[in-house]
């Protein structure tokens, strides 16, 4: 696997990319975005465009499928949905597949400016309902190029338990293990649906304190969409969470399946981070109880 360091991609490789590949689009201005990603760089291309760029060999496979699925998608959506306008290939300077996109208006939900998170919500589960309406019989199913997103959950049983041991000092390991083994007893039978895969609070853009944008669809895919419903542990609280359950008309089972889904992703962060970052701890440690406490 080819890993470049981070600080390797930056607006002067993003320029040099559109430069020899997109010269119609070298004379405009490029400057990373503000808390630019993870999985993959962003920076403004002038005004109206941004170039994203893969961090990583196992964020690229995405590209591909984003911009064919994007196009077909993004129309049938109640928000605003990224439109890719053209994809970059590799080069000497540049080992993966990259994109241009249309730049989207708005803050990150977590920069703030959410007026009612109920409201807000409430507009997310409509979101998902739509994208879930959209024919999907011919989507790609979960595998490596979405962290197995839209899957079983016993995919990371192993990684699960091992977490669960590495903070059984600080959680109530018995209820975590009771929550993993309630989810993993049921799976989706139904017909399968897409799903985003990584809906987060960074993939949420706001204008006037209301939901305007999704972004960042490359964990997409379909399946089971209990992996979307994570957020409801994660970001939501009390009312808002209960705005959440209201909007989408699934059965304790696929709720069960979220929650496991939260308490995956929030055990990992919490147990990666114990030694780098006690804020990002802290936080995944509130998550934890949080998900914990409605056993």
Known sequence: MI????????????????????PEWKGLNVREVEGCGWDNKTFHLGEYMSIRLPSSEEYSSQVGKEHFWL?????????????????GEPDENYP????????????TALTGGIVDL???????????LCLQAIESKEGPGAGKHNFYRGGNLKVYELETKQAISGLSS?????????????????????????????????????????????????????????????????????ESREAFYRSLPFDEATWMRGRAWALWKTLIDCNESKKENRQIKEESKEIINEILSGE
């Open 71 to 87: 196009n077909k998608l993004a129309p049938l959506l109640p928000l605003s949905a990224p439109s890719p306008l053209a994809l």
């Open 170 to 238: 600080e959680i109530d390991v018995l209820k975590a293990e009771r929550i993993w083994n309630k989810a993993i007893s049921s799976s989706w039978s139904k017909k399968t649906l897409w799903i985003h895969g990584d809906i987060a609070p960074g993939n949420f853009l706001a204008k006037e304190g209301r939901l305007s944008a999704v972004i960042d669809f490359g964990s997409l895919g379909i399946g089971d969409p209990a992996c979307d419903l994570a957020i409801a542990w994660t970001f939501f609280k009390k």
């Open 118 to 128: 109920s409201q807000f919500a409430t507009d997310l589960g409509n979101f998902l």
């Open 3 to 22: 890993n470049l360091k981070r600080n390797y991609i930056n607006a002067a490789l993003a320029r040099s990319l559109i430069r020899s590949q997109f």
């Open 96 to 107: 993966w597949y990259w994109s241009v996109y249309e730049w989207i208006e708005g803050k």
